[in-house]
């Protein structure tokens, strides 16, 4: 609080009760002078000659007795003067005292202390004044604080002031004041009243305190609470919010409508591995700039209507960063559903003109999904998880896409993520079973080996690959998954090479997924699993789809060849479905092709395709590599193959993919046919 006053400044004021002691002592010592004077002189002129009355006995014993009396009188009187001024000087002491401890006090205090009289005139004010506003006692002295303090706090500070005044109890209050150099400081004060002797008050004590870093502390932590760090934006908390207040809104006023929009940065990975964090970080504040400009631009631009050039779009949108590369915009006030795509297409359209960081010009696009105010959302969570959940499926479906969110959407994520939930528990479960298809030579129809495909045997009743792979792979659980399969499978086969020993040994195939081949380190995993379970590496073959050779060529040559030297084989599977380039396959050192069953099924009725199956094996053949033909159920088509010079085929026709206990008795029945056949040579006796 301030003191309104427009008297000098006075550093020391002589305190008031010193004052009245001195003047109460002054009366005392005058006053005991002059009786002693006064009584003085009445004994002397009793006592002597001249002075002297007639004497008689009565009066010269009355004489004596008066003399006495006075004497004793002026003892009694000089005493009481003494003791008093004993007294005084006491008083004055510790009034004294006081006084001191009170100049240090104000002139030491960091807070600026304050003394105005009852009529708002200042008294006092302690140096710490200069100290934190700057200004010296003249500037003080010479100017009414009432017009340092800022405009808009003036009216408290006024009330304040006077109810200080009134009650005797001052009540904290924050303001603030202008400091000398122009800046504006907060003050934190408190006044207490100076009782008058006769009641009401002498005026006001006031204690102000300079809270002006506090606050700026308080100011930046509850801005870091509901701002991100990075761009500025809002975060997730206050994006919230706003959510929930506009959720509210709707549901009051039914033609309030507002939408979500959130928006992931494509492969923003990519960008933050390859150019650096820092660069990465520049990036996104770049992004946030300029979707905020881009927002700002759809609220004015212009919407054709009939019979209106103009028609603004949304007025109020808020853009937020939740989190990593994710923005998100709340457009509230829509008119029409159509105004949020619209600002998802003017937003995806500023996006392609490119960013430049670190020199590089990059270019960005960004996948986005909208949810729309729906009465039947209460929480504001679970609309931005709509606008996410459809922002999933926009990136699912592509590049710079947009999908706006419905209920099957809803459906389909709560099922994914049960999914996920089972996946997890039935690998702790070891509810992963592998089976196992045979692969044949069509040559001699002998069993080569076996590719593994895995099952997932729930108490329900068994899951396909093509309903959990997938999502395995996009969760990162297949590794375990195939890790496990194929440790089983090695164990497998030795038990197997050991029971039915053939020449060449019976090989095994694995499928690796696109996750599987971007770890670093699958080459030095999968040399682990072979060494533990003492299988020889040439009876190895790992299937890579086209696809996932491609998506990095540079790199795959590098996976493909590590692999490679570990001395496993290498196939090419689903050939046919994907890039279908034999002459892009020829710089990776792969030793198989694996041709697409929808290439064989269709080999027999159709000429073109068989002619494409043709010389695909006549390509595959020139690069030196061998040839599976994959879903081969009809004898016709295997004899078709056979007639191309494929080496192998697999399918329905030879055996479906089946346990190990079915593989081993199928192995049994064709180990001792071949015995016996071969025994029936031995004996000279035809066998077929
Ligand atoms: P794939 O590697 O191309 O495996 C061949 C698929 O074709 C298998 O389907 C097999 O059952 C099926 N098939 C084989 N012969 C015939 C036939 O004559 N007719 C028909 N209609 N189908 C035939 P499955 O077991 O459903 O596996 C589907 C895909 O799932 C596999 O394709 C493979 O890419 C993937 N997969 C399966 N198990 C695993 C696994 O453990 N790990 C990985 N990474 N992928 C797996
Ligand atoms: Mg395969
Ligand atoms: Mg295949």
Redesign the pocket.
Known sequence: MTEPSKRPYEPEPPPLPIRQVEGQEWWLWGFAVAVTLVLTFGILSLTFPGFRLPASGFYSLNLKEWVRGLAALVLLFDIYTVYQHLQLQRVRRRLAERDRLFQLITENAADMIAVVDGHGRRLYNSPAYQKVLGYGADELASTSSLEQVHPDDRDRVLEAAEKARLTGRGERLEYRIRHKDGSWRVLESTASAIPAQGGGTDGLVIVNRDITERKRVEALLAHQAFYDGLTNLPNRALLLDRLQRAMVISRRHSDFKFAVLFIDIDEFKVFNDSLGHEAGDDLLIQIAQRLKVSLRGVDTVSRPRPGKDIDPLPGESTLARPGGDEFVVLAEELHDPSDAIRISERLQERMTVPFTVNGHEIVVTAGIGIAFSDPNRTEAQDVLRDAEIAMYRAKHAGKARCEVFDNAMHVGAVQRLQLETDLRKALELDEFRV?Y?PLVSLQNGQIVGF????RWQRPQGIV???DF?KVA?EIGL?LA??RN?LREACEQLRRWHALFPSDPPLTFS????AK?FAQGDLASQLGEILQQTGMDPRLIDL?ITENIAMADAERSAIVLSELKALGVRLSI??FGTGYSSLCRLQRFPVDTL?ID?TFISGMDQDIETHEMVRIIIMLAHNLGLKVVA????KPEQMAMLKHLGCEMG????FS??VSADEIEKLLTSRFTTSASHTRAKAAGSPSD
């Not at 590719?451 to 895995?454: K, M």
């Not at 994959?630 to 159920?633: D, Y």
């Not at 697999?650 to 026709?653: A, D, E, I, K, T």
């Open positions: 089976h298809q590719e593994g495909l895995s396909m690959p093509g792979i792979d297949i998954i195939n399969l694995a499928n690796i997924t599987q299937e599977d689903d694996k069953r994959e879903g081969i159920e697999q399918g329905y026709l479906k993919p």
